[in-house]
């Protein structure tokens, strides 16, 4: 490894905290959303805002460093490419939810990672007082949770959709799969496809109007349940698993694929869409971070494709492939499929 002679990564490392708020606070502003198609100058911006043209100033300064904004001679700021895409409220891959939910959830959590070190346990909330994070008592949950999971979902889902021959598929299981980002993509590429969406009952009310905003209330079933006591709904040609396992500690990963298995019938797939570890544990970044934030909110970890493996061999299910994502959120998906009973 080429040990770095200078400081300068250390220092971007520490302001990795400011650009992710610069980021933060310029989606609660509706920042990218104001300048869709448009351009603002900092004066312009400030009175709009209610703010002094300093403070406006330096926020746009920052956006545009970090590749947000574009700043033309005339000092007027406009989208990049990347913020008119993902950034402005009403775009179909709208990424802002995701920004806020983590402003809102996991910032705040982040300073107790020592403490979540120390003790091997989720310190977002109590497990004296709470079986798990998923709660309808927790209103920064309910209020911004599964919009942040449909917002981090649906890009990884159309390129799951596309990424996978899914020609034959009649029928997809969603477990956990409130937000409904997959259910959404999934349908919208496959005219045919029915999805059930197995979830908490509130969590599936919480979901409901959105499946019915996106005219799929006829093709996509809500189905609330536990998926640690309830059977899983049969029948369903694949069983989808996003973001789920990395949530909950080996025993209770390993029960959550028990009932999927007994779920499929033979024939059946399982996907697992998640973002994996690498088999060495040397990376890559995103799945290391996101696996660090699971020891805030969870007893988890990101596992590693031949951890699934394993496990899904031991339930009569054999991996197929693992595809990558690219760009996507979620960066990788691993297909097995059950080969006995
Ligand atoms: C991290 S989110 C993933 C959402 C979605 N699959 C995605 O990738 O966007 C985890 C989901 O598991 C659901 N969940 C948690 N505990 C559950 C349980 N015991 N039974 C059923 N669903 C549960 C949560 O409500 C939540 O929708």
């Not at 990424?95 to 402003?103: I, P, Q, R, Y």
């Not at 005219?215 to 079933?221: E, I, K, P």
């Not at 028990?258 to 990376?283: H, M, N, Q």
Request: charged share 25%; glycine share 8%.
């Amino acid at each position: 490894m080429n040990v770095p002679n200078v400081p300068l990564p250390l220092l971007d490392l520490t302001f990795g905290v400011a650009a992710f708020k610069a980021l933060a606070v310029a989606t609660e502003l509706g920042v990218f959303t104001e300048l869709s198609g448009t351009s603002a100058t900092v004066a312009v911006f400030a009175e709009r805002h209610g703010i002094e043209e300093r403070p406006a100033e330096l926020l746009l300064t920052a956006c545009t460093a970090l590749g947000l904004l574009l700043r033309d001679d005339a000092g007027a700021y406009r989208n990049t490419d990347l913020s008119e895409e993902f950034l402005v409220r009403g775009r179909p891959y709208y990424f802002g939810g995701w920004v806020t939910l983590f402003d809102q959830r996991d910032y705040p959590a982040l300073s107790g990672l020592a403490e979540a070190l120390r003790g091997n346990r989720p310190v977002s909330w109590d497990p004296q007082r709470q079986e798990s994070m998923f709660v309808p008592a927790d209103p920064v949950m309910v209020e911004h949770f599964w919009e942040g999971m449909h917002a981090l979902s649906a890009f990884t889902a159309s390129r799951l959709s596309e990424r996978l021959d899914l020609g034959e598929v009649r029928s997809v299981l969603d477990v956990g799969g409130g937000g409904g980002a997959f259910a959404v993509e999934l349908c919208r590429c496959l005219p045919e496809l029915r999805v059930t969406i197995f979830d908490l009952p509130f969590v599936c009310e919480l979901t409901r109007p959105r499946i019915t905003a996106a005219g799929l209330a006829d093709r996509v079933d809500l189905v609330g349940g536990d998926f640690f006591t309830d059977p899983l709904p049969e029948g369903h040609d694949i069983v989808l698993l996003s973001n789920i396992l990395h949530d909950w500690g080996e025993a209770d990963a390993q029960r959550i694929l028990t009932g999927c298995a007994k779920a499929l019938p033979r024939g059946g797939a399982l996907i697992i869409c998640e973002s994996f570890v690498d088999d060495d544990k040397r990376g890559p970044l995103s799945a290391a971070l996101i696996s660090l934030t699971m020891l805030l909110d969870t007893w988890g970890r990101n596992y590693t494709v031949p951890e699934y493996t394993a496990w899904l061999a031991e339930r009569g299910l054999e991996t197929e492939r693992v595809v990558c994502l690219e760009g996507a959120p979620t960066a990788r998906a691993l297909i097995a499929r059950k080969t006995r009973t």
